[in-house]
């Protein structure tokens, strides 16, 4: 299992808009081949925190995901709102075995 855990953190006076277009990110993402989960979280300590979770069975799936209509508007949308880059780490997943 292949998974990123992406953490955000966005201005506060676009934490709405935020929402809106990872939820839509988030609806198209799981309708991918390969794609295991991919979730949006938000801290219950800072409201302007999110993470993105995202499992795919390979790294094929989850480079597929990148090259997606859906995920390259995602990306051009929401990066001027954010109060830094959002930072990508890599791990493995070893269980649940899928």
């Known amino acids: 299992m292949y998974i990123t855990i992406v953490h955000i953190k966005v201005l506060p006076d676009y934490i709405d808009l935020f929402i809106q277009a990872s ?6 993402s799981v309708k ?3 794609n295991l989960r991919f979730d949006l979280l938000r801290s ?3 409201p302007a925190r999110f993470v993105l979770y ?3 069975e390979n790294e094929s ?8 209509a859906h995920y ?15 930072e990508g780490i890599r791990y493995t997943g070893l269980q649940p075995e899928f």
């Open 23 to 28: 939820t839509e990110n988030h609806l198209e």
């Open 32 to 34: 991918e081949p390969g």
């Open 44 to 46: 219950d300590d800072n």
């Open 54 to 56: 995202e499992a795919y």
């Open 61 to 68: 799936a989850a480079t597929a995901h990148k090259e997606t």
């Open 72 to 86: 390259l508007k995602w990306r051009e949308t929401v990066a001027p709102w954010m109060a830094v880059p959002r």
